[in-house]
């Protein structure tokens, strides 16, 4: 199992930004691809974008043009840079590899834009 600690959420208006940063211990994460997923309330977890161990990327429709997802393998740490946030962007966020492990999911932090 992977301890992953997702950081970064809070309460932001319509059109603005945050940056949400996913750490872990793991010694080989430099080799994984991994991915960011958001769950809204009474909705499925659905992937947002993901990561490859070289750097290419991948996104949802709904969030291409906005959002960002980077990595710092020094730090083992992913992010997600999320600009022009919309009301539907308001969600749970977690950061898992991709495919996900079924059982290395975090605690999430929560993205609420609302004005």
């Known amino acids: 199992q992977v301890q992953l600690v997702e950081s970064g959420g809070g309460l932001v208006q319509p059109g603005g930004s945050l940056r949400l940063s996913c750490t872990t211990s793991s010694s080989i994460f430099r080799f994984w691809t991994m991915g960011w997923y958001r769950q809204a309330p009474g909705k499925q977890r659905d992937l947002v974008a993901h990561?490859?161990?070289?750097?290419?990327?991948n996104y949802a429709d709904s969030v291409k043009g906005r959002f960002t997802i980077s990595r710092d393998n020094a730090k083992n740490t992913v992010y997600l840079q999320m600009n022009t946030l919309k009301p539907e962007d308001t969600a749970v966020y977690y950061c898992?590899?991709?495919?996900?492990?079924?059982?290395?999911w975090g605690q999430g932090t929560q993205v609420t834009v609302s004005s």
């Open positions: 898992n590899k991709f495919p996900p492990g079924r059982n290395d």
């Open positions: 990561i490859n161990s070289g750097g290419n990327t």
